[in-house]
């Protein structure tokens, strides 16, 4: 649905010309975003072309991530074992049966796989493009098989609201002129 425009109806009159300053001035938008992948692999799946209108967080394209899918698994299995070795030694070491430097080894080993795991999460949810402003796709640079490296541009998202025209007056001219 193409936007409104607002018109203004005036009846016509006759009247003096005062000053009349003319010039050309390129349309431009004030929001723009070059949408990169953060995270390498093959495009299997593009949701949206040239102009179509997208929301924030809207999904634009989907990667390849069947490789860090099985790296998460592996981090949630790893992290799993080590919470239950972990477990077991705070139960020992309340006893006293685990000296305090093995303990605390643990416990450090598990803080350290937690980062890891929920850096083994982001990086799988990289492999879903998203539209990080509202807009139009203005531009695509990628294609449903393509291998795409790291921070590879894959779209151009242009905020079509507002649009904005830079005229410049010479300094002479710039007296006369007054805003309606």
Same mark, same amino acid.
């Given at each position: 649905e193409a936007p409104v425009i607002p018109v203004e109806v005036i009846d016509v009159q +006759?009247?003096?010309v005062f000053a009349a300053y003319t010039g050309a001035a390129?349309? *431009?938008a004030f929001d723009e975003a070059t949408v990169v992948a953060k995270v390498g692999g093959e495009v299997r799946?593009?949701?949206v072309e040239e102009g179509d209108r997208v929301k924030r967080g809207d999904v634009l394209? +989907?990667?390849d991530g069947d490789q860090l899918?099985? *790296?998460l698994e592996q981090s949630r299995a790893n992290l799993a074992k080590l919470e239950q070795e972990y477990n077991r030694n705070l139960e020992l070491h309340e006893r006293g049966l685990v000296a305090a430097s093995a303990f605390e080894t643990t416990k450090f080993d598990l803080d350290a796989l937690r980062a890891a795991n929920k850096l083994a999460e982001l990086q799988y949810r990289y492999t879903t493009i998203r539209a990080p402003i509202d807009g139009v796709v203005s531009q695509r640079d990628i294609k449903v098989g393509n291998t795409i490296e790291q921070n590879a541009p894959t779209f151009r998202i242009t905020a079509l609201d507002p649009l904005v025209a830079n005229l /410049?007056?010479?300094e +002479? *001219? /710039?007296g006369r002129i007054a805003a309606d």
């Open positions: +006759r009247g003096d390129s349309l *431009e799946q593009i949701l394209a +989907r990667l899918r099985l *790296e /410049f007056v010479p +002479r *001219e /710039f």
